[in-house]
C-alpha cells in the first residue's frame, strides 16, 4: 500500500450488486488531504469507529440504498466508505479552522454524524438537527471506517481523554440518541418502560436513571440483551416472545401489555421509549402507557403502520412524539456531563457490559474479514472497529 493509500471498509457498487450481496469490503483507497478550498476542514487519524444499527442495515443491505447512490452519483463515485461512529485524532488542520475554532493537531475529537447546511428553514430557526438538507457522513460522504476521515471543523466534538475513556468516546453519538430519547419527556420522579433493548435502548436506561427516573423496565426479546439490561440497572427486564407477538401482528400484544402495565402497579408507565421500530412494539408501547403519559418514538423502519385503538390513545390524552438524531449541540452537552461524571457510573458499565470489558466487540482493521465480522455481529450489540 502506498502511503497516500489507507485500509477502509466500503461499499463499492461497481464489485458489489446491492440485491446479491452483503457485508463490506476491505480496500486500499485514496488517503483524504487537505485541499485549497478546505480551510475550514481537519484530517483526523481515526482510532476507535462504532458499528451503529444503521451500518447493519447497509451491510445486510435493507437500508440506505437510495440516500447512498444518489450520493454517489451526485460524485461520479462507485464506492462509499461507510461509518460515522468514531474518536481520533486531528493530524492536519485547515487555516479557519484553527483559526477561528482553534483546533490543534492531536487534539482528541468525535463527531457529530449529520453535517447541516446552516441555512434551511430549520438550520435559521435552531432545529439544526433537523436539517433539510444535512449529509450524514458514511451515507452521503465518506465514513470513519477508515484509518483517516476529513471533517469540518463545525461537526466535530473535542473529548478530553483523561475524563473519557476512548473506547467510550467512539460512543458518544449513538449515547447521544438516547439522551435526546429521554429528554424527549420530564423523567424527573417518573416511571419509564424502554421497549427495546438494543445499544441506544440499553444507553437509554441508564440515562433514564441518571436523569431521575425513580422505575425502569425494559421489555426486550434477545437473551444476551436482556442480561446486559438488567446489569446496566433496570429494575426489570420483560422478556418479548417474538414468535407470540408475530402471531398478533402489527398489533399490540395483549399478555405482554398486560405484564408491563402490572410492572407499573396496574396504571401503566409514565413514559415510553420506542427504540425498536416495529409496528407491534410502538402499539405495545402506547397501549402499555398511563393516561396522560408520553410515547417517544425513536425506532426506525420504512413504510407504513397502523395504531391500533386510535379512540383510546386520544380519549387517554396520550403524547406521540418523534426523535431523530441528537439536538446541536445542546445532548452532546449533556452527553459530556453524563460520561464525565464518575459517581453515576456510566463509563464503566458501558465498558465492562456493553463492551464486555473491551475485548471481544473490538476488531482490528488488521483482522477484520467479512466472514469473521459477521459472528462479531451475532455476539455483540455493539462492535468497535481500531484503527
Ligand atoms: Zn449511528
Ligand atoms: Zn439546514
Known sequence: MNSDQMLALVYDKSTMPWDRTRGFEKQAVPRPVLGPQDGD???????????????????????????????????????????????????????????????????????????????????????????????????????????????????????????????????????????????????????????????????????????????????????????????????????????????????????????????????GCDVALEMAGFNSSVNNAIQSTRRGGDVILFGLKQGNFRIQAMDRMIVSGITLRSVIGRRLFGDWYTTRNLLEDRTNGIQDRILDVVLGGGDGAVVHIEDFTPDRFEQTLADWPKPLIQF
Open 41 to 267: 476542514h481537519v484530517v483526523i487519524k481515526v482510532i476507535y469507529a462504532g458499528f451503529c444499527g444503521s451500518d447493519r442495515g447497509i451491510w445486510n443491505r435493507v437500508a440506505f440504498k437510495g440516500m447512498i447512490f444518489d450520493s454517489l452519483k451526485r460524485q461520479k463515485a462507485t464506492s462509499r466508505v461507510i461509518g460515522h461512529e468514531m474518536i481520533g485524532e486531528i493530524v492536519e488542520v485547515g487555516e479557519e479552522a484553527s483559526r477561528r475554532w482553534g483546533y490543534r493537531p492531536k487534539d482528541i475529537v468525535s463527531t457529530e454524524s449529520h453535517i447541516i447546511c446552516n441555512m434551511c428553514y430549520q438550520c435559521r430557526i435552531g432545529q439544526t438537527h433537523i436539517c433539510a438538507d444535512d449529509v450524514i457522513i458514511g451515507i452521503g460522504r465518506d465514513g470513519c471506517f477508515a484509518e483517516y476521515i476529513k471533517l469540518p471543523a463545525q461537526t466535530l466534538w473535542p473529548t478530553d481523554q483523561r475524563k473519557v475513556d476512548l473506547k467510550v468516546a467512539a460512543l458518544q453519538e449513538p449515547f447521544g440518541n438516547a439522551v435526546h430519547a429521554a429528554c424527549a419527556a420530564d423523567l424527573r420522579g417518573k416511571t419509564v418502560a424502554i421497549f427495546g433493548c438494543g445499544t441506544i435502548g440499553l444507553f437509554a436506561i441508564m440515562v433514564a436513571r441518571a436523569l431521575g427516573a425513580t422505575r425502569v423496565i425494559g421489555i426486550e426479546p434477545q437473551p444476551k440483551n436482556i442480561e446486559m439490561a438488567r446489569a446496566l440497572g433496570a429494575d426489570d427486564v420483560i422478556p418479548l416472545d417474538v414468535e407470540h407477538t408475530a402471531r398478533n401482528g402489527w398489533s399490540a400484544d395483549k399478555d405482554l401489555v398486560a405484564r408491563v402495565r402490572e410492572a407499573f402497579g396496574g396504571i
